[in-house]
């Protein structure tokens, strides 16, 4: 299909994501035709307490033909939510419907071979219970893929946590050279299908400084080795950098991606320098999987002032 839509899955119903989906379409016209798989009933409660007005095209998700899909109206694959309110506290109780979104959507795109999908956010305490670390994970658990990462994507620089949501006492426990030869094989992979380049790669230590006062630090047993191995193949991969100054802007400039231990190592100065421009791709997937950088933001729920950037973002990167 020359076009093909971008299936969206709503996530956690009580979150801003739908606040921000209704901004999204309003502020921009996109090409690909647009399939939000969530509560009709939700998403029209939501839609008349935010004061949005939109038409609402229901779909069948056994539709065999959605080439003569647009976005005049907004496309929906209605999946049932029994709920009191719109705006409710985030609990459990949204966990089965929640899922049952994701398989919708994952059936579809296996059935009719398609490539774009996004996601709204979800509890990771309430739905996925501490069985798996993300969504990225449990997506990939889903699609039994074993190589994958978590890239947050912005034109002028992106990130790459080698670990995801884990916490910071294991985080030493993951980190292998084999883990780093997969994160930088599947960056360059994504680069060149995407953009035809093989991007410029800066990865970091995991101590301060990548200095420690014991032997045998991580820096000596695993990065340093790795870095000096896919140097031999590749000469645009430099490090071990220092996390606190690798953010600094002659040297930001040199490098496309930037590979860092763990999560708040690489989010926390992306979004100190880009806010909510940047989407979260999971690479390694069969299709695109993106997901805006927020979460469900339970505290702005109903206010109206979400910032809807990164899913602009999101549903540009894949409209093409």
């Known amino acids: 299909m020359s076009n093909q839509p971008i299936i969206l899955v709503g996530g956690e119903p009580n979150s801003v994501f739908l606040e921000i989906f209704f901004k999204s379409i309003k502020a921009h016209h996109y090409k690909s035709p647009i399939i939000l798989i969530v509560s009709k009933e939700l998403l029209e409660q939501q839609m008349k307490k935010l004061g949005f007005t939109f038409e609402i095209n229901d779909i069948d998700k056994k539709l065999k033909d959605f080439s003569k899909l647009n976005n005049n109206k907004i496309n929906v694959i209605n999946v049932d939510y029994d709920f009191k309110e719109c705006f409710e506290k985030i609990t459990g109780k949204s966990n089965k419907y929640i899922n049952e979104t994701f398989e919708t959507a994952i059936n579809i795109i296996k059935k009719n071979n398609f490539s774009k999908f996004i996601n709204g956010p979800i509890s990771k305490k309430y739905f996925l219970k501490g069985k798996t670390l993300g969504v990225t994970e449990y997506l990939a658990n889903k699609m039994k893929k074993k190589k994958f990462a978590m890239l947050i994507f912005n034109k002028n620089l992106s990130v790459s946590p080698l670990t995801t949501h884990l916490a910071l006492k ?25 953009f035809n380049k093989l991007p410029r790669i800066a990865i970091t230590g995991l101590n301060p400084h990548c200095e420690s006062n014991f032997k045998n630090s991580e820096e000596d047993k695993i990065i340093i080795p790795a870095i000096k191995k896919l140097q031999l193949k590749n000469t645009r991969i430099n490090g071990p950098f220092a996390a606190d100054t690798i953010f600094t802007k002659s040297l930001l400039i040199k ?13 926390s100065p992306m979004k100190a320098l880009f806010n909510f421009d940047a989407i979260n791709i999971t690479l390694g997937l069969p299709f695109i999987r993106i997901s805006p950088d927020h979460g469900p933001n339970y505290s702005m729920l109903g206010k109206n002032l979400s910032d809807p950037k ?3 973002q999101a549903l540009k990167f894949l409209d093409k």
């Open 310 to 312: 990164s899913l602009i």
């Open 170 to 194: 294991d985080v030493h426990k993951k980190i292998t050279k084999q883990k780093i030869y997969t994160q930088v094989e599947l960056i360059n992979n994504f680069y060149k299908i995407k």
């Open 255 to 267: 490098y496309d991606v930037i590979i860092g231990m763990y999560h708040d190592q690489v989010l």
